[in-house]
């Protein structure tokens, strides 16, 4: 009888004394709830984070661009319904990546490379200024009839999807110079050769620092990276010191404080709006240096002027916001399903956090001035659906994204 029942509770005698012992009962995965836009918590999360940014970013794009488009005999909505016409194709685009599989990514990798060097070809070739015409001394987009695009903002959704993709295949190999790394080198340095002669320099460094991120999660040794950073400064150096950069860097370090047209003058102006803010700002719609004092207020000083009517505060909550995104984003990349996924989810959570925070460092006075847009808040249509498409590929990832880790572990090995 006795043995009858321990067999029936899984026990059995142990030792001399006849002790019971508990059968240990084979791991099971966690379970994870659906969401419907994947497994656990992290994708509803990220797109409600996205979705408070977007809806942010036309308040602010409203109370910062209203000035201007009137002064232009234009609607005081004229940017915010552009830009609002993104938001709507920027969310298809994301829904599509979403529920793309990212095999297809994988495969797909190579065709966004070589589409995107064709357009960024047509935008610095010097018989294609009728559709690619230069404005304020650069060739940085294709203007049709109707349509308006910024290839440099889709190299980044190509060259973060191309780098991961090539970097699973070469995963065994990453960790050498020769036939680790140069091969990601000759595809940025296409790329960046390319924005550079738009002229694009920021975001030329954006992409090639967005690459340098996910090798070497992947595996790449930095020990290589600050090798090549030397050789290389010979020939950066004459690059950001020539024409108007060299003025901004010069400004920037030595006297910043100066009041010099095209050198410090957008970053003196930038200061003063985020230091007239105090703690809570000077109210919604009430800030002064959109009066024609701080140019680009809404785009590449949108964080100013946020700084300004939100104050302190409100700054904090934009950047608790990008850093939740940026720390949910490495959360997926750590229960991705596979290698693939965990580089395209670093490297989402890398193209946001660097182009964030670089904005906000050119708006506290940090960084010279560039031309990156705040994610998801600045005004620039092509800008916001790469981003978008980067939140898309993320979600996709966190929802294939296995129910436990030994799932993850069972098949990797």
Same mark, same amino acid.
């Given at each position: 009888?006795?043995?009858?029942?321990?067999?029936?509770?899984?026990?059995?005698?142990?030792?001399?004394?006849?002790?019971?012992?508990?059968?240990?009962?084979?791991?099971?995965?966690?379970?994870?709830?659906?969401?419907?836009?994947?497994?656990?918590?992290?994708?509803?999360?990220?797109?409600?984070?996205? $979705?408070?940014?977007?809806?942010?970013?036309?308040?602010?794009?409203?109370?910062?661009?209203?000035?201007?488009?009137?002064?232009?005999?234009?609607?005081?909505?004229?940017?915010?319904?552009?830009?609002?016409?993104? +938001?709507?194709?920027?969310?298809?685009?994301?829904?599509? %990546?979403?529920?793309?599989?990212?095999?297809?990514?994988?495969?797909?990798?190579?065709?966004?490379?070589?589409?995107?060097?064709?357009?960024?070809?047509?935008?610095?070739?010097?018989?294609?200024?009728?559709?690619?015409?230069?404005?304020?001394?650069?060739?940085?987009?294709?203007?049709?009839?109707?349509?308006? +695009?910024?290839?440099?903002?889709?190299?980044? $959704?190509?060259?973060?999807?191309?780098?991961?993709?090539?970097?699973?295949?070469?995963?065994?190999?990453?960790? &050498?110079?020769?036939?680790?790394?140069? !091969?990601?080198?000759?595809?940025?340095?296409?790329?960046?050769?390319?924005?550079?002669?738009?002229?694009?320099?920021?975001?030329? #460094?954006?992409?090639?620092?967005?690459?340098? +991120?996910?090798?070497?999660?992947?595996?790449?040794?930095?020990?290589?990276?600050?090798?090549?950073?030397?050789?290389? *400064?010979? *020939?950066?150096?004459?690059?950001?010191?020539?024409?108007?950069?060299?003025?901004?860097?010069?400004?920037? %370090?030595?006297?910043?404080? $100066?009041?010099?047209?095209?050198?410090?003058?957008?970053?003196?102006?930038?200061?003063?709006?985020?230091?007239?803010?105090?703690?809570?700002?000077?109210?919604?719609?009430?800030?002064?240096?959109?009066?024609?004092?701080?140019?680009?207020?809404?785009?590449? %000083?949108?964080?100013?002027?946020?700084?300004?009517?939100?104050?302190?505060?409100?700054?904090?909550?934009?950047?608790? #916001?990008?850093?939740?995104?940026?720390?949910?984003?490495? &959360?997926?990349?750590?229960?991705? &399903?596979? %290698?693939?996924?965990?580089?395209?989810?670093?490297?989402?959570?890398?193209?946001?956090?660097?182009?964030?925070?670089?904005?906000?460092?050119?708006?506290?006075?940090?960084? !010279?001035?560039?031309?990156?847009? *705040?994610?998801?808040?600045?005004?620039?249509?092509?800008?916001?659906?790469?981003?978008?498409?980067?939140?898309?590929?993320?979600?996709?990832?966190?929802?294939?994204?296995?129910?436990?880790?030994?799932?993850?572990?069972? $098949?990797?090995?």
């Amino acid at each position: 009888m006795s043995r009858t029942f321990a067999g029936a509770w899984g026990r059995r005698p142990r030792g001399k004394r006849g002790a019971w012992a508990v059968d240990v009962a084979k791991h099971v995965p966690r379970s994870l709830p659906e969401t419907g836009l994947g497994r656990g918590w992290e994708a509803a999360m990220i797109m409600a984070i996205t $979705v408070a940014l977007l809806l942010f970013g036309l308040l602010s794009l409203h109370s910062a661009s209203s000035v201007m488009a009137e002064r232009g005999d234009l609607p005081h909505y004229h940017y915010v319904a552009r830009q609002g016409t993104g +938001v709507v194709l920027g969310l298809a685009v994301m829904l599509a %990546f979403r529920s793309l599989p990212t095999g297809w990514l994988a495969r797909l990798a190579p065709h966004m490379m070589i589409g995107t060097l064709l357009l960024l070809a047509v935008v610095v070739l010097p018989f294609t200024e009728a559709i690619a015409p230069e404005v304020n001394g650069a060739r940085r987009w294709i203007r049709v009839p109707g349509v308006t +695009v910024q290839p440099s903002d889709l190299a980044k $959704v190509a060259v973060l999807v191309w780098t991961a993709a090539l970097a699973t295949r070469k995963r065994h190999l990453i960790g &050498r110079l020769g036939r680790g790394l140069a !091969p990601f080198l000759v595809g940025w340095g296409a790329i960046a050769a390319l924005i550079l002669l738009e002229p694009d320099t920021s975001t030329a #460094c954006l992409i090639v620092a967005l690459g340098i +991120v996910i090798v070497f999660a992947a595996g790449a040794r930095i020990g290589h990276f600050v090798l090549l950073g030397v050789a290389a *400064l010979p *020939l950066m150096v004459p690059v950001l010191k020539a024409g108007y950069r060299g003025a901004r860097w010069e400004a920037l %370090f030595l006297d910043p404080g $100066v009041v010099a047209e095209g050198s410090s003058f957008q970053s003196y102006q930038s200061l003063v709006a985020i230091g007239s803010g105090g703690v809570t700002g000077v109210g919604f719609g009430a800030g002064r240096q959109k009066f024609g004092f701080l140019p680009e207020a809404h785009n590449d %000083f949108i964080f100013a002027m946020i700084g300004e009517e939100w104050g302190f505060a409100g700054a904090l909550v934009l950047i608790l #916001c990008y850093l939740a995104l940026i720390a949910i984003a490495f &959360r997926v990349a750590r229960r991705a &399903r596979d %290698f693939f996924g965990e580089l395209l989810a670093v490297g989402v959570a890398s193209l946001i956090g660097l182009q964030a925070f670089i904005h906000i460092g050119v708006g506290l006075g940090v960084f !010279p001035a560039t031309g990156l847009s *705040l994610p998801f808040v600045s005004f620039g249509r092509t800008n916001l659906i790469a981003m978008l498409a980067a939140v898309g590929i993320l979600l996709a990832v966190a929802r294939e994204a296995p129910e436990g880790r030994s799932e993850r572990a069972s $098949v990797e090995g």
